[in-house]
């Protein structure tokens, strides 16, 4: 499954985006779809998840209450609304999928990943 995100950009903070994946062609089955981030220098970390009814949403602390993944089945979509950006939040987000056993958390549980797209939030 390749996987495509898309809306990034460059934004200040506070302000919002909102990022979409999909998978052109393919379906996402019935796994657990996630956004993970990377910042320069830095270890690719946990931003969210979501389950395949979207009942079920995991968040990492650093994010919750700002950040909101939401799924689509019949459009074959993943979105992560990101409001009240901060410039810690810079980052290239990547979403990955699908899971289906491993914790929801880890990089290693996700079979496919996206090219990422480029997050800059300026001070």
């Known amino acids: 499954v390749q996987l495509q995100a898309s809306g990034g950009g460059l934004v200040q903070a506070g302000g919002s985006l909102r990022l979409s994946c999909s998978a052109p062609g393919r379906t996402f089955s019935n796994g657990t779809m996630g956004w993970f981030r990377q910042a320069p220098g830095m270890e690719r970390e946990f931003v969210a998840a979501?389950?395949?009814?979207?009942?079920?949403?995991y968040y990492a602390d650093s994010v919750k209450d700002r950040f909101l993944i939401s799924r689509d089945n019949a459009k074959n979509t993943v979105a992560l609304q990101m409001n009240s950006l901060k410039p810690e939040d810079t980052a290239v987000y990547f979403c990955?999928?699908?899971?289906?056993?491993?914790?929801?958390?880890?990089?290693?549980?996700?079979?496919?990943w996206g090219q990422g797209t480029q997050v800059t939030v300026s001070s």
């Open positions: 990955a999928g699908p899971r289906y056993r491993g914790s929801a958390y880890s990089k290693q549980s996700y079979d496919y």
């Open positions: 979501i389950g395949w009814y979207g009942s079920t949403t």
